[in-house]
C-alpha cells in the first residue's frame, strides 16, 4: 500500500540554458554533464551556483552514447561509437578545460610515461579502454572510484589506481636520460602558460582485475558500490558480493550449479518459454539458473577475488499488465551506499534499487538481504533514482517523489539500543508514500546530485493522430535543427527542500488528523515518516551538510563565512533537529499510547526519547472529561515498565495518588508491583491502604498484598496493625512473597532482577520494611535475602551493601554469609564465602585478645547449627576437646574458634587462603596452637605436627594419631611417633604422660606389624625389656592370623 500526502516536496526550479537540444545528461561533483543530441561536445554548467553558469567545454573522440561520472576520482567515463566501432574512454583532469586553451592528452590504458602531465604541466587525459567485447553500461563505484563495464555477457572490473605525478617524472626522466641522452634539449617541461609543476597531483588509471561471465544473460545494465555487482538483464536482476580471497585455489573453483543451470535446454526451438517469477536471498540466491564464472586478468601480482550470490529476482509477464512488449523490461538499476558520521569511508548501508515500469523494488544488503519497500506506481515510469529520504520518479508528464527507508535502516545499524524498551524508531519495511507531483511535459530523464533533481524534456513533435511509436532509445536519437523562435525542449534543475523543512510540513499536515481522527492509522503514519526524516538529517555526514543536504541554519544565513560561524551554527541546527525529534517521539508516544495490543508497546520507548516526564504524560493521556474514563494499553505499558525500573526519580504525592487510581481503576492486580516501586515513596499511605484494602475484599488475601498492606500500617505509625499483618502468614510464607516482588525488601538494581554472580551492577538500598525486620525479625531478613540471591534478584555484592546500610555489617551479614553457605551451590560463590566467614572468625578472635570486641550479639546459628546443617562445617576432630579450654575464654570468643575450627575440619575451605590471614593468631595459647596444627595437619604435615604436639601437650598426641595417622599414613606410628616417644621417655622417664603415651603407641605398633618388624624397632640401649611384652604379642597375633 503506497500512502499519498499532498507535501510539497519542491521549493524551486530554474531552465538551464543550453544551446543545442541534450540528449545524454549526467551530474556529479557539483557539475552538471550535456552531451548534445548526437554530437561530440560534452557542456558542463555549475550546479552550486545560481542559474548553473556554463563552467567549460570539451569535445569527445565519438559520438556519445552513455556517459557517467565518477565522485572518487572526479573522472568521467563514456561509450562512444565512431565510424561502427565502440569504443569505452575515461575522461580526467576535465575541470582544467575552464580556459578551453589547455590541452588535451590521450594516452592507452597502463600507458603513464610521455604525458605533459608527467613533465608538470596540468592537462585533461583521455584514457583509452580496450576492449574485446563491445561495451554495453558502465557503472562507478561510489566508495572506491572502481570502473565495472557491462558488455553482452561479460561483466569487467577495473580498479582505479593514482600515481604520483613526481614519482612518474623522476621515472620518465631517467628512461629519456638512458635511452635519448642527447634529446633533453628539446623536452623543456616549462613550456606553455599551463605547464606548471603540481608535484603532489595523482594521475587516474585503472587495472583490469576481474573479469565475470554470464553466459545466459544479456546484460542492459550494471551496477557497482563497495564490492557489491549488480547486472540486470530484461526481466533479471542478480546481485553479487565480490571479497578479496584468503584462499587462492578457493577462488579459482567455480561455484557448484546443477547440471539443468549449467547446461543449455535441448529441443526447446519450438517453445516459447515464460520465465516463472523468483526471488531468492542470499544463501539461497545461489540456486538460481545464473551460471556466473570468474576469469583471470593473468597478472600474477594482482589481488585473487571469490564472488557469491547476494540476491536473484526474475519477473514473470503478468508484473508488466498494461505494458507494450518493448517496455517489458527493468530499468534504473542502482547501488546506493549511504554514509554516517561515524562511517566516512565503508558506508553503513549498501541498497538495490531496480524499478519495472508499474513499480520498484529497494533492498539493503548490507547486514543480510531484506526487501524494504515496493513501489506501486500510478502510471508507466520512465526512469528512478534514489536519492538518501527521496526517490524520484519521472512518467511521461510529472516528476513524483516517493519516501525510502534508508535512515531507518541506517538508524538500527549505528544504534543498538533501537528496538529495545530505550529506543524506537519505525520499522525499515514501513509502508512508503508518495508526494506531491510536478507536471511537466515531455519528460526523458532523470538524475539527482545532493538536493537538486535534473531533469530533460522534449516535446512530441509527431501528430497526435499518428501512433506513439518512439523507441525507449531516445538518448540516440538523431539531433534536430533548433528553432529561432523556441524550442521543444529543456533542462530543469529543481531544487527539492530539505528534508527537515519537509518533516515541518508534514507535522502541520499530521495536525487535521489529530483534530478528526486521532488514532487514525495515516496519523501514525505521517508521523513515522516526519520521525525518519529527521533521522535522515542526523544521519547526515559533515560533507553532505557542507554540500547543501545538510543544515538549513548554515545555508540560510548568508553571513556566516567564517568557519566558526559554521561550525556555531551547525551545533544550533542540530540542537533543533534533536529537539524536534523529541517533540515527534512524544506524538509517536501519544498514537502508540492508545494503540492496539500489538503496538503498544512502542509508546514506551517513544516517550522515553521524548524527555517528557511522567507528569507530562499523564497530562497528555488522562480522558477527556466528556469521553469513556479509560486508559489506553500503550500508556499503561508505558507506566508500567516506567515503575518497573530503578530510577532516582521520586513522584509527587499527586503525581503517585494518580497513578495509583489509574491501576485500580485499569489493572488493580498490578497494585502490589506499583506501590513498591521507589518512584512511589511519596503517595498517601491512608488512602493507598484504603484501595489495598478494597482490593483485598475483592481480590482475596495474597502474601505480597499482605506485605505491602504491613508496609503501608508501618509508614503510618500503626505498630500492632503492621504486627497483626506480619503474623497473618508464616515466615516460609513471607519469604515467598518477597521473592515475589524483591522491592518490599530492596530498592535500586537489585529490586529487578540480576545475576547471582559478580560483575557490573548498580546499587541497591534497603526499605523502610527492610530496616523493621533488622531489628524485629532479623531471622526473616536474612533468610529472605538469601532467598533472593538464590533467585538472581540481588548480586552478592548488592546484599553485602544492604546489610552495611543498614548498620549490620559485624552481625547480620555475617549471618547471610553463613546462610548462604548452606543454601549456595556455586563453587565460585561458596570459596568467597568461606574466606570472608573465616576472615570474620579470625578477626573476632583477634579482637578478642585485644579487648577491643564487638558488642555482644548472639549469631543466628550456632557453631552445632552449622555442623548440623551446613556441609561445609565438619565435626570437630576429638583431639581438638583436649586442646580446647572450656571457661578461659568468653561465649562470643568460644563461638567464633569453634566455627573456625569446624570450616578448618570441614572439606570445602581452602587452608593455604587464609594462611597469611592465621599468622596474626599467637600460637603461644592451646586455642591458637590448635589452629595452627589444624592448618598443618590440613596441607600433610603430620611430621612435624606430631614434634610440635609433643612439645606443646603430649597428652593429646594419642588422640591425635588415633584420628589422623589412618590408611596411608599409619607406618608414621612406628616411622615417627614411636621414635620421637622413646626419644622423650629416655630424656624423662618419670613423665607419666610420655609412658602413658608410649604403651598405647606400642599396643597399636604390635597389632599393624610382623615380628621381624617389630624386633627391628626395638632400641638397642639396653631396654629391649620394656617392649618384649608387646613383641609376645605381636608374636601370638602373627601366629593366629
Known amino acids: 500500500m503506497v500512502h499519498v500526502y499532498n507535501c510539497h516536496p519542491f521549493k524551486s526550479q530554474q531552465i538551464v540554458q543550453v544551446e543545442q537540444e541534450p540528449g545524454l545528461v549526467c551530474c556529479g561533483g557539483g557539475a552538471l554533464f550535456v552531451v548534445a543530441t548526437g554530437g561530440c561536445k560534452v557542456e558542463v554548467y555549475n550546479l552550486e551556483k545560481e542559474g548553473c553558469p556554463l563552467f567549460c567545454r570539451f569535445a569527445t573522440m565519438g559520438t556519445v552514447k552513455s556517459i557517467q561520472h565518477s565522485k572518487i576520482g572526479d573522472y568521467l567515463v563514456t561509450i562512444e561509437e565512431k565510424n561502427n566501432a565502440t569504443y569505452l574512454r575515461a575522461y580526467t583532469n576535465w575541470r582544467y578545460q575552464a580556459e578551453e586553451k589547455g590541452r588535451v592528452g590521450v594516452r592507452?590504458?597502463?600507458?603513464?610515461?610521455?604525458?605533459?602531465?608527467?613533465?608538470?604541466?596540468?592537462?585533461?587525459?583521455?584514457?583509452?579502454?580496450?576492449?574485446?567485447?563491445?561495451?554495453?553500461?558502465?557503472?562507478?563505484?561510489?566508495?572506491?572510484?572502481?570502473?565495472?563495464?557491462?558488455?553482452?555477457?561479460?561483466?569487467?572490473?577495473?580498479?582505479?589506481?593514482r600515481q604520483n605525478q613526481q614519482n612518474l617524472q623522476n621515472q620518465s626522466q631517467q628512461s629519456v636520460q638512458n635511452s635519448l641522452p642527447n634529446s633533453q634539449q628539446s623536452c623543456n617541461p616549462s613550456q606553455g602558460p599551463t605547464s606548471v609543476s603540481h608535484p603532489n597531483l595523482s594521475i587516474l588509471d585503472f587495472e583490469r582485475s576481474v573479469i565475470l561471465h554470464l553466459p545466459k544473460m544479456s546484460l542492459k545494465q550494471v551496477a557497482l558500490c563497495g564490492g557489491y555487482v549488480a547486472v540486470n538483464a530484461e526481466l533479471e536482476v542478480l546481485v553479487l558480493k565480490l571479497e578479496a580471497a584468503s584462499d587462492p585455489a578457493a577462488a579459482e573453483e567455480p561455484l557448484e550449479t546443477s547440471k539443468s543451470a549449467a547446461e543449455p535446454p535441448q529441443d526447446q526451438d519450438d517453445f516459447l518459454l515464460i520465465p516463472r517469477h523468483q526471488e531468492l536471498l542470499e544463501s539461497k540466491a545461489k540456486d538460481c539458473d545464473i551460471l556466473v564464472t570468474m576469469e583471470k586478468t593473468g597478472l600474477e601480482d594482482q589481488a585473487q577475488y571469490q564472488f557469491s550470490y547476494i540476491l536473484f529476482r526474475r519477473f514473470s509477464p503478468e508484473f508488466f499488465q498494461g505494458c507494450r512488449v518493448e517496455e517489458m523490461q527493468i530499468h534504473s538499476l542502482q547501488l546506493y551506499p549511504l554514509f554516517t558520521s561515524n562511517s566516512l569511508e565503508d558506508p553503513t548501508c549498501v541498497f538495490c534499487f531496480f524499478s519495472l515500469p508499474t513499480a520498484g523494488y529497494l533492498y539493503s544488503l548490507k547486514g543480510g538481504v531484506e526487501l524494504l519497500s515496493a513501489y506501486q506506481y500510478p502510471e508507466k515510469v520512465l526512469q528512478a533514482v534514489m536519492s538518501d529520504h527521496l526517490l524520484h520518479v519521472i512518467t511521461k508528464n510529472a516528476l513524483q517523489c516517493f519516501t525510502v527507508r534508508c535512515s531507518a535502516v541506517a538508524a538500527r545499524m549505528e544504534d543498538p539500543y533501537i528496538d529495545t524498551t530505550m529506543k524506537a524508531c519505525p520499522p525499515s519495511t514501513l509502508e512508503v508514500c508518495a508526494l506531491r507531483i510536478q507536471l511537466f511535459i515531455g519528460l526523458r530523464s532523470v538524475c539527482v546530485y545532493n538536493q537538486r533533481v535534473i531533469l530533460l524534456s522534449a516535446a512530441d513533435t509527431e501528430t497526435q493522430q499518428e501512433p506513439e511509436r518512439r523507441s525507449r532509445k531516445w538518448t540516440i536519437s538523431s539531433p534536430k535543427e533548433t528553432s529561432t523562435v523556441g524550442h521543444g525542449w529543456n533542462l530543469y534543475v529543481v531544487d527539492t527542500v530539505h528534508p527537515f523543512t519537509l518533516y515541518q510540513e508534514m507535522v502541520e499536515y499530521s495536525c487535521r488528523y489529530v483534530q478528526t481522527t486521532p488514532q487514525s492509522h495515516s496519523l501514525r503514519h505521517l508521523l513515522s515518516e516526519a520521525h525518519l526524516l529527521l533521522r535522515a538529517c542526523l544521519l547526515q555526514t559533515p560533507e553532505q551538510k557542507q554540500s547543501g543536504q545538510g543544515d538549513p541554519a548554515v545555508s540560510s544565513k548568508p553571513g556566516s563565512n567564517g568557519a566558526v560561524d559554521k561550525n556555531s551554527a551547525t551545533q544550533a541546527n542540530r540542537q533543533e533537529l534533536e529537539e524536534a525529534l523529541r517533540q515527534n517521539s512524544a506524538q509517536l508516544g501519544d498514537c502508540f499510547s492508545?494503540?492496539?495490543?500489538?503496538?503498544?508497546?512502542?509508546?514506551?520507548?517513544?516517550?522515553?526519547?521524548?524527555?517528557?516526564?511522567?507528569?507530562?504524560?499523564?497530562?497528555?493521556?488522562?480522558?477527556?472529561?466528556?469521553?469513556?474514563?479509560?486508559?489506553?494499553?500503550?500508556?499503561?505499558?508505558?507506566?508500567?515498565?516506567?515503575?518497573?525500573?530503578e530510577t532516582?526519580?521520586?513522584?509527587?504525592?499527586?503525581?503517585?495518588?494518580?497513578?495509583?487510581?489509574?491501576f485500580s481503576q485499569s489493572e488493580p492486580f498490578l497494585l502490589v508491583s506499583v506501590c513498591a516501586s521507589p518512584c512511589m515513596i511519596n503517595c498517601s499511605a491512608t488512602r493507598t491502604l484504603q484501595i489495598l484494602q478494597r482490593l483485598e475484599d475483592t481480590a482475596g488475601v495474597s502474601v505480597p498484598l499482605t506485605i505491602i498492606m504491613a508496609a503501608m500500617a508501618l509508614r503510618l505509625g500503626k505498630q500492632q496493625d503492621y504486627t497483626e499483618l506480619m503474623e497473618r502468614h508464616a515466615e516460609m510464607q513471607l519469604v515467598y512473597g518477597f521473592i515475589e516482588e524483591p522491592r518490599l525488601l530492596l530498592h535500586g538494581g537489585g529490586g529487578g532482577g540480576g545475576g547471582g554472580g559478580g560483575g557490573q551492577h548498580s546499587q541497591v538500598h534497603p526499605t523502610s520494611l527492610a530496616r523493621q525486620l533488622a531489628n524485629t525479625q532479623p531471622g526473616l531478613l536474612?533468610?529472605?535475602?538469601?532467598?533472593?540471591?538464590?533467585?538472581?534478584?540481588?548480586?552478592?555484592?548488592?546484599?553485602?551493601?544492604?546489610?552495611?546500610?543498614?548498620?549490620?555489617?559485624?552481625?547480620?551479614?555475617?549471618?547471610?554469609?553463613?546462610?548462604?553457605?548452606?543454601?549456595?551451590?556455586?563453587?565460585?560463590?561458596?570459596?568467597?564465602?568461606?574466606?570472608?566467614?573465616?576472615?570474620?572468625?579470625?578477626?573476632r578472635l583477634t579482637n578478642s585478645i585485644n579487648g577491643s570486641g564487638a558488642p555482644k550479639y548472639k549469631s543466628l546459628k550456632g557453631a552445632d547449627d552449622l555442623i548440623t546443617s551446613c556441609s561445609h562445617y565438619g565435626a570437630l576432630y576429638p583431639w581438638l576437646t583436649v586442646l580446647n579450654p572450656t571457661h578461659s575464654t568468653t561465649s562470643e570468643h568460644q563461638e567464633a574458634l569453634h566455627k573456625l575450627q569446624s570450616l578448618l575440619c570441614g572439606p570445602s575451605l581452602s587452608v593455604g587462603s587464609i594462611v597469611p590471614l592465621l599468622e596474626r593468631l599467637s600460637g603461644e595459647t592451646l586455642w591458637g596452637f590448635s589452629l595452627h596444627l589444624l592448618c598443618a595437619t590440613r596441607r600433610g604435615q603430620y611430621e612435624s605436627s606430631i614434634e610440635q604436639l609433643l612439645d606443646r601437650c603430649p597428652q593429646a598426641i594419642i588422640a591425635y594419631a588415633n584420628h589422623q595417622l589412618q590408611d596411608k599414613y599409619m607406618t608414621l606410628w612406628w616411622q615417627k611417633l614411636l621414635p620421637e616417644l622413646c626419644k622423650r621417655t629416655r630424656a624423662a622417664a618419670d613423665n607419666g604422660i610420655l609412658l602413658g603415651a608410649l604403651k598405647e603407641t606400642l599396643v597399636v605398633v604390635a597389632m599393624e606389624t610382623s615380628p621381624a618388624e617389630f624386633l627391628e624397632l626395638i632400641p638397642d640401649d639396653g631396654t629391649a625389656s620394656y617392649f618384649l611384652p608387646h613383641l609376645l604379642t605381636c608374636s601370638q597375633r602373627h601366629l593366629m592370623a
Open 782 to 843: 536474612v533468610a529472605a535475602m538469601v532467598a533472593l540471591h538464590e533467585n538472581c534478584k540481588v548480586q552478592l555484592e548488592q546484599a553485602d551493601f544492604v546489610f552495611k546500610e543498614l548498620g549490620c555489617e559485624n552481625t547480620l551479614l555475617v549471618d547471610f554469609w553463613e546462610a548462604m553457605l548452606m543454601a549456595s551451590s556455586q563453587d565460585a560463590v561458596i570459596q568467597e564465602l568461606l574466606f570472608r566467614v573465616a576472615s570474620v572468625y579470625i578477626d
Open 594 to 645: 492508545r494503540a492496539s495490543q500489538k503496538d503498544c508497546h512502542l509508546a514506551l520507548p517513544y516517550y522515553k526519547m521524548s524527555g517528557l516526564t511522567v507528569a507530562e504524560v499523564i497530562s497528555r493521556n488522562r480522558p477527556p472529561p466528556e469521553g469513556p474514563s479509560s486508559y489506553g494499553l500503550g500508556f499503561l505499558f508505558y507506566l508500567k515498565l516506567h515503575l518497573l525500573e
Open 648 to 662: 532516582e526519580q521520586h513522584l509527587t504525592q499527586e503525581e503517585a495518588d494518580e497513578i495509583i487510581y489509574i
Open 108 to 161: 592507452l590504458l597502463g600507458h603513464l610515461l610521455g604525458g605533459a602531465s608527467v613533465w608538470g604541466g596540468v592537462q585533461m587525459e583521455i584514457i583509452e579502454i580496450p576492449m574485446s567485447e563491445r561495451p554495453i553500461a558502465v557503472s562507478c563505484c561510489p566508495v572506491t572510484g572502481d570502473l565495472l563495464v557491462g558488455c553482452e555477457k561479460t561483466v569487467v572490473l577495473f580498479t582505479l589506481s
